[in-house]
């Protein structure tokens, strides 16, 4: 008989509808339960496309006895990481707090007034490698719970002390200089892997926000070094096993440092960062590499991702059927020289295991090698690879296909919107700019109330019941921000601007200048989650940090450029510290050092030839986070088209920064040595 989590939108929740444990959803009532009861809370959180979430879902969430224990003893809340990501950053920073470490699935013990008193990760069925079973964590807490009521207490009001008095420092309101964006570039020199490309060791993240401040850092100042270690990075990660070599898209992470065995999982946060990362770099270097990767990465998302109201589905997992109906990580993607003989005959099976280093011991499991192209001095016929690929690719479409989170998330919506829009505008493909459209109209339609306030999720065109948060607030602005530059459509400004109205009134602390991951009025917590840093994707403080200083830039919004600089006073505080994990943010900071530029491109229409040589040739400049406008002359489509005449008839480009513009051009050779110096 299903539990309470029936009735949910996320996939993750629904998976656990028919386990025996009586799931109760993150609630109120959850916690009234608890106290009626007398029992204490199991917070159980993770998400869809989580491994050892599944492994410990099947071990003991559908194990009766262990359910009935569950039952018995305590109120069980599952949470969606991805839904409630105010919820999973509270209870994560005690957990990291109290045992050094963290991850998913999180399994926390809370008191009924939801104060955390017990931590840990995943727990299995039985005692391993030290770790005791969660039977006996199970009877532990529920002895604790018994017996020593009064010491549990006491340990939980010292932790929820604690966790309120662990303050950011935030370094000021004043954003970073040329000192701070230089040190950041010589601790990332520190940390620069000259072998394998990327930073640190294994496991190892594609540094995909890192990549767009070296990008932009080399755009601003010409340092050859940051641009070297952007495209050497991207190159060896593309060649990699982390890239799938057949269908395009990125996977999670490496396991090891030559990104050759990746975590399988697909997200669509990864996907889009990485697909306006590769066209990024391809706008600054030419790179055919860039480019193909740029395009095999979009295609994906819009071919594996779309769902069925326009929106991009959050994941695909690592797990699918291995064809004997076992769930095995990377079954999908993973060849063995047998398998490719099957498929191809043994002469082009032979050359494809040259060029996709697939090897008879092989790369990963059970004699089975992750597809990748090494660096080798032979020399392949195009033709042939092109063939071996199409038919590898329809050979593994039959395969058992891994499951699919339909839940649709704003914040990496306005991500792959931001991605799409670029993409498509910079490789004249329109059917990925009408990609971004349709996302950008859903989340119009159903994320977006009538005060502009946004809802975190969707599924299958049904609203969740989630607020969104900041990080949501300023990725779909980032996202709208994009699509009105490529499609000089100035409603898609507009909403940014509603948007951030929401940020400036909800999420800012007026002291400080320091953003709260969660509104003002939203559900209260613990604690108020606050966290600058960018990690997977950018921090919600960056990425409104971003977007505000974009609409300034569009807008010339004294209030709005004001609370982006007083934002990146945490990034002169982190950058020179720890620039891997405030990528972003440097990225943003670059492009206040640049002004940022704003251009205004005038013409008679954006069809006509003369206007669309000047619109892609600004879109095309690398100066950073510039942002374009482009309409009819006189247009009040956007502010920085108002008084911007034709020139003699002609269409024209203006470039303005720091309260200076040049001289108007009808010459796109003038205008992009404007944009690049």
């Known amino acids: 008989m299903p539990n309470r989590l029936a009735h949910e939108t996320s996939p993750y929740l629904l998976q656990h509808a028919d386990n025996p444990v009586d799931w109760w959803p993150w609630s109120e009532e959850a916690f009234e339960e608890a106290r009626r009861s007398g029992r204490p809370v199991l917070l159980s959180v993770g998400y869809s496309s989580c491994h050892w979430c599944h492994v410990m879902a099947h071990e003991s969430f559908e194990d009766e006895a262990t359910a009935e224990f569950l039952n018995t003893h305590f109120v069980s809340v599952k949470v969606d990481r991805e839904e409630r990501p105010d919820v999973d950053a509270v209870y994560m920073e005690a957990v990291q707090a109290a045992t050094g470490q963290g991850g998913w699935p999180m399994t926390v013990f809370l008191t009924p007034e939801a104060e955390p008193f017990y931590f840990g990760t995943y727990f299995p069925p039985a005692p391993r490698h030290g770790m005791p079973s969660f039977r006996q964590v199970l009877e532990g807490v529920r002895s604790a719970w018994a017996d020593r009521r009064d010491e549990v207490a006491e340990v939980a009001g010292k932790i929820v002390r604690d966790l309120a008095g662990r303050e950011i420092s935030y370094g000021g309101t004043e954003a970073p200089g040329e000192q701070e964006l230089a040190q950041a570039l010589l601790g990332l020199t520190r940390e620069y892997d000259p072998q ?134 990377g079954a999908y993607y993973v060849w063995t020289p047998e398998q490719l003989r099957v498929a191809l005959g043994d002469d082009d099976a032979e050359s494809a295991a040259r060029y996709f280093g697939v090897t008879e011991e092989g790369t990963f499991e059970e004699g089975a090698s992750v597809l990748q192209l090494p660096q080798r001095d032979e020399v392949f016929d195009a033709e042939r690879v092109a063939s071996v690929r199409t038919r590898l690719l329809e050979r593994r479409a039959g395969r058992p296909a891994p499951g699919r989170d339909d839940k649709v998330v704003a914040a990496w919506n306005g991500l792959a919107i931001a991605a799409l829009a670029e993409t498509g505008a910079y490789f004249d493909r329109p059917d990925l700019v009408d990609a971004a459209l349709g996302a950008a109209d859903l989340l119009v339609r159903v994320h977006l109330d009538e005060q502009a306030r946004l809802t975190r999720t969707s599924k299958d065109g049904r609203a969740g019941a989630n607020a969104g948060v900041l990080e949501d607030y300023g990725d779909v602005a980032e996202g ?52 600058p840093t960018d990690n997977a994707v950018p921090s919600g403080w960056s990425a409104a940090a971003g977007a505000l200083l974009g609409y300034a830039a569009h807008t010339g919004s004294e209030p709005h450029r004001r609370a982006a600089e007083r934002a990146l006073g945490v990034v002169k505080a982190l950058g020179p510290r720890v620039p891997r994990f405030i990528g972003w943010g440097l990225a943003v900071a670059e492009a206040l050092l640049d002004g940022p530029r704003e251009v205004a491109v005038v013409g008679p229409a954006l069809s006509d030839e003369a206007t669309k040589a000047l619109h892609r040739t600004a879109l095309l400049g690398t100066a950073p986070g510039a942002v374009v406008a482009a309409g009819a002359a006189e247009s009040d489509e956007f502010p920085l088209l108002a008084g911007r005449p034709l020139q003699q008839g002609a269409p024209a480009a203006y470039v303005c920064r720091n309260f200076t513009c040049d001289a108007p051009t009808t010459d796109p050779e003038r205008l992009r040595e404007a944009l690049s110096s």
């Open 196 to 329: 394998r490309g990327g930073f640190g060791g294994a496991p190892k993240f594609p540094p995909s926000m890192v990549i767009e401040f070296l990008l932009r850092h080399h755009a601003r100042t010409g340092a050859e070094g940051a641009l070297q270690m952007a495209q050497d990075t991207c190159e060896r990660m593309a060649r990699g096993g982390i890239y799938d070599q057949l269908g395009g898209g990125f996977a999670r992470y490496s396991v090891d440092r030559d990104w050759v065995i990746p975590h399988f999982e697909k997200m669509l946060y990864d996907n889009a960062l990485l697909c306006r990362v590769y066209a990024h770099l391809w706008r600054a270097t030419g790179s055919d590499l860039a480019r193909r990767v740029a395009l095999e990465t979009a295609d994906f998302m819009v071919r594996e991702l779309r769902t069925e109201q326009g929106g991009f589905a959050s994941a695909l997992d690592a797990d699918s059927d291995d064809g004997t109906g076992r769930h095995v990580e």
């Open 480 to 531: 709208f921000l994009a699509l009105a530059s490529v499609t000089g459509e100035g409603v898609w400004l507009d909403f940014a601007g509603f948007l951030l109205d929401h940020v400036l009134a909800r999420f800012v602390d007026e002291e400080s200048g320091a953003l709260f991951d969660t509104a003002a009025d939203a559900e209260r917590l613990i604690r108020r989650p606050q966290d």
